[in-house]
Nanobody
Framework: QVQLVESGGGLVQPGGSLRLSCAAS????????IGWFRQAPGKEREGVSC????????YYLDSVKGRFTISRDTGKNTVYLQMNSLKPEDTAVYYC??????????????????WGQGTQVTTSS
C-alpha cells in the first residue's frame, strides 16, 4: 500500500522558516516525480514546487522562487520542501504528491497518482 506522509507544518512568524517532509512507503520516490501543492481557504489548489524523477530537475512557482527549495533524500525515501522568508500569503495546507507521468506540466494536479493527507502551514504575527 502506497502512503505519502507530510510533516513539518506549523505556525511561524513572517520571515520565518519551516521544512516540510514527505515520507513515502510502498514506492520508491526516485521513480516518481514529486510535487508540492498548497491550498488556501477559498482558493484553488496550486503547484508550489516539483522535483522531476528522471534527472532531479526542480521547478518552482514564481512567487516562491528564491525562498523555497525542494530536495530529496534517496536513503530516507523522503522529499523535503525548505521554506524560508515565509509570508502570510504562504498560509495554506501543503500536500505532496507523486506521479509517473512525464512530459506533462508539473502544475497539473490531476496527473498525480498518489497524495498525502496534507500539513497546515500558517504564517502570522
Amino acid at each position: 500500500q502506497v502512503q505519502l506522509v507530510e510533516s513539518g507544518g506549523g505556525l511561524v512568524q513572517p520571515g520565518g522558516s519551516l521544512r516540510l517532509s514527505c515520507a513515502a512507503s510502498g514506492l520508491i520516490l526516485d521513480d516518481y516525480t514529486i510535487g508540492w501543492f498548497r491550498q488556501a481557504p477559498g482558493k484553488e489548489r496550486e503547484g508550489v514546487s516539483c522535483i522531476r524523477r528522471s534527472d532531479g530537475r526542480t521547478y518552482y512557482l514564481d512567487s516562491v522562487k528564491g525562498r523555497f527549495t525542494i530536495s530529496r533524500d534517496t536513503g530516507k525515501n523522503t522529499v523535503y520542501l525548505q521554506m524560508n522568508s515565509l509570508k502570510p500569503e504562504d498560509t495554506a495546507v501543503y500536500y505532496c504528491a507523486a506521479r509517473r507521468a512525464y512530459g506533462i506540466s508539473w502544475l497539473d494536479s490531476k496527473t498525480y497518482e498518489y497524495w498525502g493527507q496534507g500539513t497546515q502551514v500558517t504564517t502570522s504575527s
